[in-house]
């Protein structure tokens, strides 16, 4: 981490411009899941004991492709934002433009103002120079805490850094230290645990990976491109065929490095009320079934692979957790994990979700909040957000 953060400037009197990752889930005006805002309260309560002379934060949410699209306001962040900052949180309908302006100047002394979706506007993914200087106009300092979009080179992620002086918060050097280290430097053995549903998103990952963990564990759909790779019948399985040749190579330049699910469940429908089997992968799965998760077999064969590991990385289910029929693999990897002394990294995304899910987030060394991000980071990826703050 050799980047500045927070305790390198003085923020005392300046107006401090903050990017946070408030991309957060909202079901009838309501936020679901607060992690991503708890995730900020650190950074912004010490720069609000700085005595700023104002903080003003700005954010995206979902997708809304350039547009204003009501769904997609940030508006019901404010209140679940005061509750945990324990301030009043005040908010403008624009990220730039008269109404950002209008609402961060009438900000009392200390105050926090949080802007609109910076994607209402399709110069924020285009890293637009004018839009980026627009919001860099807001503030005297940027502080960059928003990890889980770090790896795209946004006006309000990479582009804001060009006018000010830039600066990382805590949580994005939390997930720096962890994850670099864990590319950088690893404690041996090293394991790492993959899964989710594809193989081609996670090429550079497993490559990156093999040469520098002990044993590669895979799970989770993307298992099963491997398992056709070997010449498996994979029935209604999920598999990349267009991956399959790369599986195969994947395989060959691994050797033992990297272990398979033995043991499998399969069922005859997409449905947690499907009929199941467990089976061994190499049997073959039939006709109009498919595999939905990793069996007990596998779960003991993982536990056996996992027994002594300094450090753990894990990114992807083993199964379709959000079934809770096929769940079971995911949990019982997290409670192995649980119960490891090894130093525990969750990848962001669907691993960080199963963990809060399984309810054993508090017994992990570090769940990133940044799915794609810490992939990335994983691979050896320079994240253009990161790139952009200041060197110490």
């Given at each position: ?5 927070v305790?390198?400037?003085d ?39 700085q ?8 954010s ?9 699209k ?8 404010v ?6 900052l324990?301030?009043?949180?005040a908010?403008a ?17 200390g105050?926090?103002?949080l ?13 637009d ?7 860099a106009?807001?503030?005297d ?7 889980g979009?770090a ?12 006018y ?11 997930e720096?230290?962890y ?13 790492a645990?993959?899964?989710g549903?594809?193989?081609s ?5 497993i490559?990156a990976?093999?040469?520098?963990c002990d044993?590669?564990l895979?799970?989770?759909g ?8 070997q010449?498996?019948?994979m029935g209604?399985?999920l ?5 399959i ?7 060959e ?10 043991e ?6 997409f ?8 089976i ?22 993982f536990?056996?692979?996992?027994d ?15 079934l809770?029929?096929f ?9 192995i994990l649980a ?9 962001g ?6 963990i ?6 508090d ?25 952009a703050?200041?060197d110490?």
């Amino acid at each position: 981490m050799n980047k500045k953060t927070v305790r390198d400037v003085d923020l005392s009197g300046k107006r401090v411009l903050v990017r946070v990752d408030f991309n957060v889930p909202i079901k009838d005006g309501q936020v679901t899941d607060a992690t991503r805002i708890r995730a900020a309260i650190p950074t912004l309560k010490y720069i609000l004991e700085q005595k700023p002379r104002r903080v003003v934060l700005i954010s995206h949410l979902g997708r809304p492709k350039g547009e204003r699209k009501p769904e997609f306001s940030l508006r019901p962040v404010v209140s679940v934002l005061a509750e945990l900052l324990g301030v009043e949180v005040a908010f403008a309908d624009d990220c730039v433009g008269e109404a950002a302006q209008k609402a961060a100047d009438a900000l009392p002394q200390g105050g926090v103002l949080l802007l609109e979706n910076t994607r209402f506007h399709p110069e924020e993914k285009k890293n637009d120079p004018e839009f980026a200087k627009q919001l860099a106009a807001l503030g005297d300092i940027f502080v960059n805490d928003a990890f889980g979009s770090a790896h795209r080179a946004h006006a309000s992620t990479e582009g804001v850094a060009h006018y000010l002086p830039a600066v990382a918060g805590f949580l994005m050097e939390k997930e720096l230290n962890y994850l670099a280290n864990a590319v950088a430097n690893p404690e041996h053995p090293f394991i790492a645990i993959l899964g989710g549903a594809k193989v081609s998103d996670k090429i550079g990952v497993i490559e990156a990976l093999l040469g520098k963990c002990d044993r590669l564990l895979i799970g989770g759909g993307m298992a099963n491109t491997f398992f056709a790779a070997q010449g498996y019948a994979m029935g209604d399985s999920l598999v990349e065929e267009d991956a399959i040749q790369t599986a195969r190579e994947l395989l060959e330049k691994a050797g033992d490095k990297l272990l398979l699910p033995d043991e499998v469940v399969i069922a005859d429908a997409f449905a947690n009320d499907a009929n199941t089997r467990i089976i061994h992968a190499a049997e073959g799965v039939p006709a109009g079934w498919r595999i939905l998760d990793i069996g007990p077999g596998t779960v003991e064969a993982f536990r056996q692979a996992l027994d002594g590991a300094k450090m753990v990385v894990w990114n992807g289910p083993m199964g379709v957790f959000e079934l809770d029929n096929f769940a079971k693999g995911t949990y019982a990897i997290a409670q192995i994990l649980a119960d490891s002394e090894a130093t525990t990294i969750i990848g962001g995304g669907d691993s960080a979700a199963a963990i809060h899910k399984a309810g054993l987030a508090d017994r992990m060394s570090h769940i990133s909040t940044g799915g794609g991000a810490s992939l990335e980071l994983l691979e050896g990826k320079t994240l253009p957000g990161v790139a952009a703050l200041d060197d110490r």
